[in-house]
């Protein structure tokens, strides 16, 4: 008797900063979704695909949710409860460091209202005693009725064989949706950017929070040779963001390119030259438009 196949999608949910992204780029193999160590790195949703020989998962990593303060927060927020309501299983992700917190409860007053299976992960297991992880799993046993509670190492790899092997075995039985190369549904302008985007988040730390977009304005191939020309426009909130960003003799920029050129080389496989500069637009995080522009746009289902 023919194996039957799984197929179906998966949200991964949580607090900014308990290591979604860490898990999507381990499972998948590859980078797709940018890391930070600075909460709502995740602004879109980025889909994932994992194919094997008898199933394929589509995780969905959303924008970890909070409380919104402005129309981008707003944005980030629906889209991750939207998810909620389209998937065949949930990961609601903690981090094991830092325990039950107030955005927890907010995220759990959610799922109270979602049907689909819900598993809570607790991610970094690594960073503590395995005695303090006991008391954690029986905290939020008690706010919900999970699945099944599973801890992993996304960083070191740990028990996350195990948590694909469940995770596969809640699927419904479907249809292949993607080609089995496949790893994301993002187009390769949206991954460039948001490379270019990580690496002014690691680059200028406190300085520059969330108030930069990154906008492609082009990208094609050079006539002259293999390589690929990409021009690219760093958007910020105020003058003295762009200084930052620039830096002295416009050495923090040019860090930024280098760094970002090396991911995006990876990406595309070839030779990329990479031009960059920084853009004023004044309060865009709270203009509709803008939002828009930059590629905050709520799919339509």
Do not use: C
């Not at 790899?157 to 596969?168: F, Q, Y």
């Not at 479907?174 to 390769?188: A, L, M, N, S």
């Amino acid at each position: 008797m023919e194996e039957q196949f799984k197929s179906g999608f998966v949200a991964i949910i949580g607090r900014p900063n308990v290591g979604k992204s860490t898990f999507m780029n381990r499972v998948i193999g590859e980078k797709i979704a940018i890391m930070s160590d600075k909460p709502q790195t995740t602004r879109n949703k980025i889909q994932g695909v994992l194919t094997e020989k008898d199933a394929q998962m589509i995780f969905i990593d959303t924008p970890g949710i909070h409380k919104p303060k402005h129309k981008l927060g707003d944005f980030m927020v629906n889209v991750a409860e939207n998810t909620l309501n389209e998937v065949d299983a949930i990961m609601f992700m903690i981090n094991a460091e830092e325990g039950y917190g107030r955005g927890d409860q907010f995220i759990i007053d959610r799922l109270q209202k979602v049907n689909q299976p819900v598993f809570l992960i607790v991610n970094k297991i690594d960073r503590v005693h395995p005695d303090q992880l006991l008391p954690l799993i029986d905290e939020y046993r008690e706010k919900l009725d999970f699945e099944e509670i599973i801890p992993i190492s996304a960083l070191e790899g740990n028990n996350v064989d195990h948590l694909l092997g469940v995770l596969k075995s809640h699927l419904p039985e479907g249809p292949q949706f993607y080609p089995e190369d496949h790893i994301t549904d993002h187009p390769e302008r949206f991954i460039v950017s948001e490379l270019i985007r990580e690496k002014v988040l690691h680059l200028t730390r406190e300085e520059i929070p969330h108030s930069i977009a990154v906008v492609i304005e082009t990208i094609k191939p050079r006539e002259d040779s293999n390589a690929v020309f990409i021009q690219a426009a760093i958007i910020v909130e105020r003058k003295s963001q762009k200084g930052i960003i620039i830096g002295k003799q416009g050495s923090m920029l040019k860090e930024v390119g280098q760094r970002a050129r090396k991911d995006i080389e990876a990406l595309l496989g070839s030779k990329v030259f990479l031009e960059l500069w920084v853009k004023v637009q004044k309060d865009w995080r709270n203009r509709q438009i803008q939002l828009s522009d930059f590629g905050y746009k709520e799919e339509e289902y």
